[in-house]
């Protein structure tokens, strides 16, 4: 059986496993089948006999991206088989090296499944150059100079956050390269063309924020059948004390806020979706172990309503909440459960589903 603490651990690692951009990394799955088979045992004399089969089940693993820690032009990030990850420098950093594992994972559902096509749909397709300032000019120059590409290949297609996004060749265009870079380090990651056409390559950029925040920057790159650059690009805020991801500094210090303030276990906050600017979070209560939707977040005392129900029943489930703010009345609705949740905003009569 699961306690208080485990019980809350269960609930945020289900949430990310599960959820529509959900991401573990192995530690955190084979946690995640240790909790569910102690969840399951019917009574403490049968836990250990039932946590070897749970530990050979399948768990999900969300892919994510290659990694590597900020450190000019630094090793290529790991990717699929053939990626190349020869000498351009240190090794990634242990962190997030299991990344790697996932994003070959990630190629492998693509082939499968046709993903490789809606991701060329919303890729950035656009091959031209992106306008640089004086001071990217100057980090592009650093890159060609390295002398690790060929002549005249290194090109500006994007800028994420202050990370900017390149695309170049090397081995006389045998090789195609995405290559991250800001003021303090450099993150490419190389493969070869058949293997970029069939299943892309990524690379990450980790960049600290304070004491208390990372930006990851990811990147992910087709070629076109014409052999264009396709670019999908994110970022997140992360914390150590949080297994959550947030989509910038001022959200992550709002999860900070939410439990210092409100009470919410900060190991369960996350944000659920978005009411204009607005973020949705739902969260844990600490003292009641009860589930919580929560609007705004950014007052010491936010409109918030917590689940009476046991917090880990297989069915699904909602929080209800309506807010009255002068202008008008609006309902939001989380639906939840064992696996996907779903946010609905209704204002005024018409729904908004903002999952």
């Known amino acids: 059986m699961l306690g208080a603490e485990e019980a809350v651990e269960l609930r945020a690692l289900q949430e990310r496993a599960y959820g529509r951009e959900g991401a573990l990394g192995d530690d955190e799955v084979a946690r995640l089948r240790r909790l569910e088979a102690l969840r399951r045992a019917p009574s403490p004399s049968h836990t250990e006999s039932e946590q070897p089969a749970a530990q050979g089940a399948a768990a999900p693993d969300a892919p994510s991206s290659v990694s590597v820690d900020p450190a000019r032009e ?6 699929p088989d053939s990626q190349d990850t020869g000498a351009e420098g240190s090794a990634p950093s242990p962190r997030r090296t299991h990344h790697g594992r996932s994003a070959l994972l990630l190629a492998a559902v693509c082939i499968v499944l046709g993903v490789g096509a809606g991701w060329l749909l919303f890729a950035d397709r656009d091959a031209s150059s ?3 300032t004086s001071t990217q000019q ?25 990370v900017v996004v390149w695309y170049a060749t090397k081995g006389d265009g045998a090789q195609v390269c ?9 993150a490419p990651a190389c493969t070869t063309r058949e293997q970029a056409l069939a299943q892309g390559v990524s690379a990450s950029l980790v960049t600290v924020v304070d004491d208390s ?6 990147a992910y790159m087709y070629l076109t059948d014409d052999g264009a650059p396709a670019i999908v690009t994110s970022s997140y805020i992360s914390m150590p004390q949080s ?10 210090a709002v999860a900070v806020s939410l439990a210092e303030d409100v009470g919410l276990d900060r190991r369960s906050i996350m944000v659920v979706g978005y009411d204009g600017e607005t973020p949705i979070w739902v ?13 705004d977040g950014s007052s010491p005392s936010p409109p918030m309503v917590c689940d009476d129900s046991l917090m880990l029943a297989e069915t699904d489930r909602s929080l209800g909440l309506v807010v009255d703010d002068g202008d008008g009345i609006t309902r939001y609705e989380y639906r939840f ?19």
């Not at 630094?74 to 990717?79: D, G």
């Not at 592009?140 to 994420?160: F, H, K, T």
């Not at 969260?283 to 609007?295: E, S």
């Open 74 to 79: 630094s090793a290529p990030a790991p990717a």
């Open 130 to 132: 992106m306008s640089l």
């Open 138 to 162: 100057e980090w592009q120059n650093a890159i060609v100079a390295s002398g690790r590409y060929d002549p005249g290949s290194v090109r500006a297609l994007r800028q994420e956050q202050d």
């Open 178 to 186: 995405v290559v991250l870079g800001d003021a303090e380090s450099t």
């Open 213 to 218: 925040q990372t930006l990851d920057v990811d």
């Open 243 to 252: 297994s959550a991801q947030f989509a910038n500094p001022e959200e992550a």
């Open 283 to 295: 969260g844990v209560d600490k003292a009641t172990q009860r589930y919580c939707l929560v609007i």
């Open 337 to 355: 459960g064992y696996g996907q949740g779903y946010l609905t905003v209704t204002r005024d009569g018409e729904g908004d589903d903002a999952a």
